[in-house]
């Protein structure tokens, strides 16, 4: 089923002669609502990035300290924690991907209605995210940040665990 069959229930005849212009509103409220996700998301990734490198701050200074009394056992449970919001951050950058997506399939549609398809014609400019030398798909860059955060959080409780080692 295509996305127009679920978009436009009523033909331009059926609803009237204010139907141009209550499109164009929807469609000014729709790529509103779509700049306000991406903001919900540039915020999710600040608080996100924001506590995982302050525990990761915090981890590594008392580690640099040498403070053998807190050991691996107390470093692991604040690691796993950190691996924990790691990942519920990454699955909510793929949330908004997909949100995202599905905002851009429905402003596209309505554009077809529209005399002038910016958003489009922007995509079909850019390579439709096919290619990275015009353009890089930040969702495909902001999944790894995550990863790379799970990555330093292991770095530590290896380091931990080897200097509890080494000093048994």
Wanted: charged share 20%.
């Amino acid at each position: 089923m295509a996305i127009e069959d679920n978009l436009f229930k009523l033909s331009p005849t059926e609803y009237g002669e204010a139907y141009q212009a209550h499109l164009l509103e929807q469609y000014k409220l729709f790529v509103e609502s779509a700049d306000r996700i991406s903001q919900r998301r540039q915020q999710a990734n600040s608080f996100f990035l924001t506590i995982n490198t302050a525990l990761l701050a915090v981890l590594g200074g008392i580690l640099s300290r040498g403070s053998q009394s807190l050991g691996l056992w107390w470093f692991l449970p604040v690691a796993v924690a950190g691996l924990v919001l790691c990942y519920v951050w990454y699955r909510l950058v793929l949330s908004y991907k997909g949100l995202n997506a599905g905002k851009f399939e429905v402003i596209h549609a309505i554009e077809k209605k529209l005399p002038v398809a910016l958003f489009d014609a922007e995509w079909r400019q850019i390579g439709e995210g096919e290619n990275s030398t015009k353009y890089k798909p930040f969702s495909e860059i902001e999944t790894w940040i995550p990863w790379v955060f799970m990555a330093l959080y292991g770095v530590l409780v290896v380091a931990v665990g080897i200097q509890d080692w080494c000093l048994k």
